[in-house]
């Protein structure tokens, strides 16, 4: 059965018979798709087809002979060469170097690390049309050869799992950087369900990898926003479900993020926020934000106010300007774990969200009350219907988003879906974060730190010789509360997927 998730097309891999007299119809958002026959050179097969949501059809005619995904085309980053592989939708995914790497949280209540990506001569977010005002995102892979890593003589690993699949991560650079960050939440294997031994044969994931692999690296990343080009998805770009025409509104956003959620919902916030006053004077349509921070431990949270990086992010500057916005932000803690002075509420459940968010009846709810959730699919999966028992007008956006158990859209829904495939991104609405960034001149990285993410290490596993990076940048040993674990397999963390 073909896998769901995107399928690397190494060239190595790639073949076309041109005898079925067959071609593909939708599937492909970015290279001439949609909803008519795909005469490019991304859908060369029926299984490429069908790993991107096409169909595979006598309507359309024969690719070209010569096909190939990964040839260089015009379309290709100035200095990156052809892409590598072909993710989902038809997005093409190009060899990014990593710049700098820091762990601001390692320790074993949660290892939170940033990593900065190298982006070609005036390339960035904005030339690339990825909005995290709304809600855009990155797709990141591993390069090939890190499918078959095994680690140091320090702590080993069984490979990668999932090696030839891309994640979705949330960018937090701001837009008109030479750069692309991420803040990610490591997640490694879970010894006991995975039968296996922590720092001996485990498999790591697409987050273990970003926290160990070293500066001057390089993993896989996309240009495009993951947007799909069918109907049956459950990913494409947000469209405003609010408007900031004076007179609409006043809006009141209740956001809910788990953890690692401030990569999105900061940039969010921060775009809601903006620009205080409505095109007539009146003030902005949107009231008030109530975010709802949910994290295990204190420490998950702390390590964001103790920034002594001079860190550009958004997720950091947001928290260390919150103040400016006044009672329009009302910020909140929900610690699951332990309790804390600063933490109001224990873990989130029906009550709590009641509570913390001043709800009083379950009926006739105020239309211009927008929820939205950010956290794991489990999470999500179980935080919309306690919002659903406060009498909110949200319902899943599709039969796909029913089953999978989220997105929710709706009168109480911050979002609602653009169209599938190229049509839902021309002429696409921005956000505010977006367009006042679009005025501004491009900025060089300049203050992120730039050193490997743990010192004194080897670029040599047992049995195996150097790993293929630049010979003068190690590969990173495990973080300390890895190191810990290999004496002790109670750890609970699964591999992120």
Request: aromatic share 10%; net charge negative.
């Amino acid at each position: 059965m073909l896998s769901n998730s995107i399928r690397l097309l190494f060239i190595t891999s790639l073949f076309v018979s041109g005898s079925d007299a067959l071609g593909c119809r939708g599937g492909d958002t970015f290279n001439g798709g949609g909803d008519g026959c795909n005469l490019n050179s991304v859908t060369c097969d029926e299984e490429s087809c069908l790993d991107m949501g096409g169909v595979w059809t006598d309507e359309c005619p024969d690719p070209d002979p010569d096909c190939d995904p990964l040839a260089p085309s015009d379309v290709d980053p100035s200095c990156t060469g052809q892409p590598e592989s072909i993710d989902r939708f038809g997005k093409k995914m190009y060899r990014r170097k990593i710049i700098s790497s820091e762990k601001p949280q390692d320790s074993d209540e949660g290892v939170f690390c940033h990593v900065t990506l190298e982006l070609c001569d005036g390339e960035t977010s904005l030339t690339q049309g990825i909005d995290s005002g709304f809600g855009d995102y990155y797709r990141l892979g591993a390069t090939a050869e890190w499918c078959d890593y095994k680690g140091t003589a320090e702590y080993s690993f069984d490979g990668m799992y999932k090696c030839t699949g891309a994640r979705s991560y949330s960018h937090i650079n701001p837009l008109n950087e030479n750069t692309v960050q991420f803040i990610i939440k490591e997640e490694t294997s879970d010894a006991d369900d995975n039968d296996c031994t922590a720092g001996i044969d485990c498999k790591f994931g697409m987050s273990e990898l970003m926290c160990f692999a070293p500066v001057g690296s390089e993993i896989l990343v996309s240009a495009n926003p993951d947007h799909a080009g069918v109907d049956d998805s459950t990913h494409y770009v947000y469209q405003p479900n609010f408007s900031r025409e004076p007179g609409s509104g006043p809006y009141t956003f209740n956001f809910i993020g788990q953890g690692v959620a401030l990569t999105e919902l900061n940039p969010g916030s921060l775009n809601a926020l903006l620009e205080p006053f409505a095109s007539d004077g009146s003030f902005s349509t949107i009231k008030e934000i109530n975010y709802l921070w949910a994290n295990s431990y204190w420490s998950n949270a702390e390590w964001i106010f103790e920034d002594d990086t001079n860190s550009t992010d958004l997720a950091r500057a947001f928290i260390r300007e919150g103040l400016k916005y006044g009672i329009r932000l009302n910020l909140m803690h929900s610690i699951s774990r332990e309790q804390r002075p600063e933490a109001e509420w224990p873990r989130t459940n029906v009550d709590v969200i009641g509570e913390a968010f001043k709800l009083t009846n379950t009926t006739e709810q105020d239309p211009n009350i927008k929820w939205f959730v950010v956290g794991s699919s489990g999470y999500k999966k179980s935080l919309y219907p306690q919002i659903l028992e406060w009498g909110f007008d949200l319902t899943p956006c599709s039969p796909a988003a029913a089953r999978k158990g989220y997105p929710y859209c709706g009168t109480n829904a911050l979002y609602e879906w653009e169209l599938p495939g190229a049509v839902g991104l021309e002429n696409r609405g921005r956000s505010v974060l977006y367009s006042t960034t679009a005025d501004e001149p491009t900025k060089a990285p300049t203050n992120a730190p730039t050193v490997a993410p743990t010192p004194g290490l080897t670029t040599e596993g047992p049995g195996q010789g150097p790993i293929d990076v630049p010979t003068d940048v190690p590969t990173s040993s495990p973080t300390k509360s890895r190191k810990r674990s290999k004496r002790n397999k109670a750890s609970k963390r699964k591999v992120s997927n």
